[in-house]
């Protein structure tokens, strides 16, 4: 079993900047592929950010590149996920994921290769 634990959601104004943390406990965190996902209500939950088990490669969503970076600390099992440039349509509950399956280098950015889940934080955007 794998607990995973997001951080750091909160209100912010147009072009202001967030950063959501997410820890995870129970099993070998640092050979996984780690990700972040959004969802606004009534919508499908969508890909936002990946990163591959050593950091080394990370893949974003079009609507994201170059405003968000995600950098991993496998010393302390987090993911970091800094947003900046922030804007209305960010808005949306941010999900923590976590791929337990064999990985290797690959960066993956569909929801159905993810296995856990955290709770999920919201990150709202004012114009």
């Known amino acids: 079993q794998v607990q995973l634990v997001e951080s750091g959601g909160g209100s912010v104004q147009v072009g202001g900047s967030l950063r959501l943390s997410c820890t995870a406990s129970?099993?070998?965190?640092?050979?996984?592929?780690m990700g972040w996902f959004r969802q606004d209500p009534g919508k499908e939950r969508e890909f936002v950010a990946a990163?591959?088990?050593?950091?080394?490669?990370?893949a974003y969503a079009a609507s994201v590149k170059n405003r968000f970076t995600l950098s991993r600390d496998n010393a302390g099992n987090t993911v970091n996920l800094d947003m900046a440039s922030l804007k209305p349509e960010d808005t949306a509950v941010y999900y923590c994921?976590?791929?337990?399956?064999?990985?290797?280098?690959?960066?993956?950015?569909?929801?159905?290769?993810?296995?856990?889940w955290g709770q999920g934080t919201q990150v709202t955007v004012a114009s």
């Open positions: 994921a976590i791929r337990t399956r064999t990985s290797g280098s690959y960066v993956y950015t569909e929801r159905d290769d993810y296995d856990y």
């Open positions: 129970g099993r070998a965190f640092r050979t996984h592929n």
């Open positions: 990163i591959n088990w050593s950091g080394g490669s990370a």
